[in-house]
């Protein structure tokens, strides 16, 4: 299947409409948490296959250094009984993980959970991508897992806020 970033299909969304989630450090409980406070950015991708309406999008976890953290394929339905696989949203295993992934894939389903307009936005980012792809003018990149890499200047600008908010904490 092929796949592209939003970045690379329709960049003004995913510049506008891409999701950071900043991690604080909690001083009020003891133990740490099982991710390490910052931010991180979830770079959507989606299906550019002709003709096929999966409903899905893979989430890619960067650490605001740019790290890839995790992959996270989530699918809009839950699946019926006759699919292979049986969970509406898994780590890809085509894609290696890192000692977080788990962790991240929850924190992205507590987001999904929590605000309800985020998994509309996907929906919608899903939605837009195929009517990109569906115009004869759009151009196909050679392989499926081309695309740009995300908005640096975005996590960075996320990454000084969140050390801001936590200087003015200690202040
Ligand atoms: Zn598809």
Same mark, same amino acid.
């Given at each position: 299947m092929s796949m592209m970033r939003l970045a690379g299909v329709r960049p003004d969304l995913a510049e506008r409409e891409s999701r950071t989630v900043f991690l604080e450090k909690d001083p009020a409980v003891a133990t740490p948490p099982p991710v390490p406070p910052g931010a991180y950015l979830f770079d959507e991708w989606y299906c550019v296959e002709p003709? $096929?309406? $999966?409903?899905r999008v893979l989430i890619q976890v960067y650490s605001a =250094?740019?790290? *890839?953290?995790a992959t996270i394929s989530h699918s809009f339905e839950p699946p019926s009984?006759? +699919? *292979?696989?049986? +969970?509406?949203?898994i780590l890809d295993p085509l894609f290696p993980q890192s000692r977080w992934a788990i962790d991240l894939m929850d924190l992205f389903l507590y987001v999904l959970r929590i605000d309800l307009a985020y998994g509309a936005r996907l929906v919608r980012h899903y939605q837009a991508v195929k009517a990109a792809v569906a115009n004869p003018a759009f151009s196909r990149p050679g392989? =499926?897992?081309q695309g740009q890499l995300p908005d640096q200047r975005k996590v960075t600008r996320a990454r000084r806020r969140d050390k801001r908010r936590r200087q003015g904490k200690q202040r």
């Open positions: 003709g $096929c309406d $999966c409903r =250094s740019a790290v *890839l953290l009984e006759n +699919k *292979l696989i049986r +969970k509406q949203t392989l =499926s897992h």
